[in-house]
């Protein structure tokens, strides 16, 4: 009899310190499904972002083995850890061996001032260090480029670009399909940008850059050293990074 009172006891005390459980749930996606390398990883947080100032405190974290998005997800959290007062938000990114390829560029607020517990998330291609280079052609169409106004193309985030050939500049969002050190990209067809005259030399230029662009449907990076190729496997752009 007292055993069984004991283990009552045990019982209950367990019971009463268990922590409760709760789940963020969703899925991860791009614009459009994506092919993933093999060996790509998800990595799923729960972060406190209600402090400007601070890091964001990991509360969760789990990762999953991903080959196609979009992707779903279920993330376990502590309920203790959660004040109604405080901002908590969803971050996920995709690595393969280390490369970042995927992330979230915004936050996507759950569990508290009117957010859900289940969320769609928004990944979007991180170009192989693209997305923080600036870069300068020397060769086009198999011709080496001289002169003290070479096009130029800069990346920013979530795909968008400058780009000058000289003279006038342009603006737009490449799609791409990222891989290791390379992938399938694609520029606009039609993109916004600056009306200048320009001197003869510059507007040639110029024309067989915007048309070289159209023509471009990869990218290779080999460190400081960018390339671009069209259909038939031809490079037809090689450009050096700035910075």
């Known amino acids: 009899m007292v ?9 209950s005390t367990g019971l009463s310190g268990a922590a409760m459980a709760g789940t963020v ?9 994506a092919e993933m390398p093999e060996h790509s990883v998800l990595n799923v947080r729960l972060i ?8 964001a405190e990991v509360l969760s974290s789990k990762r999953y083995k991903v080959d196609t ?35 979230n560029t915004s936050v996507v607020p759950v569990l508290t ?10 990944v979007f291609p991180i170009l ?15 011709d080496a ?30 799609e791409v ?10 520029f606009p067809s039609e993109m916004a940008g600056t009306l200048m005259a320009c001197p003869p030399d510059l507007d040639m230029q110029e024309r067989a850059f915007l048309k070289t662009l159209a023509g471009i449907v990869a990218f290779d990076r080999s460190g400081e050293e960018l390339s671009f190729t069209d259909e038939a496997g031809q490079i037809v752009l090689r450009m050096r990074l700035m910075r």
Do not use: H
């Open 3 to 11: 055993r069984r009172i004991l283990a009552a006891l045990v019982m």
């Open 25 to 33: 749930s969703g899925t991860i996606g791009n614009v459009k499904p």
């Open 48 to 55: 406190d972002v209600s402090r400007q100032d601070v890091a």
């Open 69 to 103: 998005l979009p992707a779903e997800f279920a993330l376990e959290y502590d309920d203790a850890l959660i004040d109604d007062r405080m901002s908590y938000a969803i971050q996920a990114q995709i690595l393969n061996k280390g490369t970042l390829l995927f992330t």
């Open 113 to 122: 001032r009117g957010a859900s517990d289940t969320v769609d998330v928004e």
């Open 128 to 142: 192989n260090d693209l997305s923080a280079g600036k870069w300068q052609a020397y060769e086009m169409q198999g």
């Open 145 to 174: 480029l001289d002169g003290p106004r070479l096009p130029e193309i800069e990346f920013a985030g979530e795909g968008r670009f400058g780009a000058t050939g000289g003279c006038n500049r342009f603006m737009g969002a490449v």
């Open 177 to 186: 399909e990222p891989e290791l050190t390379g992938g399938k990209v694609s």
